[in-house]
Antibody, heavy 117, light 107 residues
Framework: QVRLEESGPGLVKPSDTLSLTCSVSGGSVSSYHWTWIRQPAGKGLEWIGQ???????NYNPSLQSRVTMSVDRSKNQVSLRLASVTAADTAIYYC???????????WGQGTLVVVSS | DIQLTQSPSYVSASIGDRVTITCRAS??????LAWYQQKPGKAPNLLIY???SLQNGVPSRFRGSGYGSVFTLTISNLQPEDFATYYCQQANSFPRTFGGGTKVEMK
């Protein structure tokens, strides 16, 4: 059973780069399609992007110029970097795997990122 | 991008009721539609995938249907633990997109 846990700085200054990590247990980071989703407080879900370690990632066009996803096989982790953040990037960020049937399961518990000076 | 429109945005219901939520896609997405339940402070939880397949461990009172561009999630015999927000999500093409959500509230 794959389990995911997101971690990150919690507070990021405007114009800085947000860096988050999704630690994977119970499976190899090389074997899954990794997805990041975010959710501003009280709002809906926004798909950020998806990657498979040996394939070109797919990013949301609305974020494509600022987002980078990567994997660290040695640490069994997935990373998300979002550059030039603004207050609009304040949200809970989730990682999830997209598995057979193109379903997102499981999800991590999410990590809150606040963009503020 | 494929737009997903959920209706209603809110539904007020009682224990034992049947609740139906509709998700309309802006174009044909075959059957690549999933439904998620989210409770406050928790990550979304997968209920249904490829429109009608019940995720392991999800009660059979949850049923998904539809194909093409119109999909429904039906909750029969609503239970206390079903009061939550429900999201549809298309996985037919990139970028994946979510519906705006439907909050099921207690009447």
């Amino acid at each position: 059973q794959v389990r995911l846990e997101e971690s990150g700085p919690g507070l990021v200054k405007p114009s800085d780069t947000l860096s988050l990590t999704c630690s994977v247990s119970g499976g190899s980071v090389s074997s899954y399609h990794w997805t990041w989703i975010r959710q501003p407080a009280g709002k809906g879900l926004e798909w950020i992007g998806q990657m498979y370690p040996t394939l070109r990632p797919n990013y949301n066009p609305s974020l494509q110029s600022r987002v980078t996803m990567s994997v660290d096989r040695s640490k069994n982790q997935v990373s998300l970097r979002l550059a030039s953040v603004t207050a609009a990037d304040t949200a809970i960020y989730y990682c999830a795997t997209e598995i057979a049937g193109r379903r997102l399961d499981p999800w991590g518990q999410g990590t809150l990122v606040v963009v503020s000076s | 991008d494929i737009q997903l429109t959920q209706s209603p945005s809110y539904v007020s219901a009682s224990i034992g009721d049947r609740v139906t939520i509709t998700c309309r896609a802006s174009q044909d997405i075959n059957n690549f539609l999933a439904w998620y339940q989210q409770k406050p402070g928790k990550a979304p939880n997968l209920l249904i995938y490829v429109a009608a397949s019940l995720q392991n461990g999800v009660p059979s009172r949850f049923r998904g249907s539809g194909y093409g561009s119109v999909f429904t999630l039906t909750i029969s015999n609503l239970q206390p633990e079903d009061f939550a927000t429900y999201y549809c999500q298309q996985a037919n093409s990139f970028p994946r997109t979510f519906g705006g959500g439907t909050k099921v509230e207690m009447k």
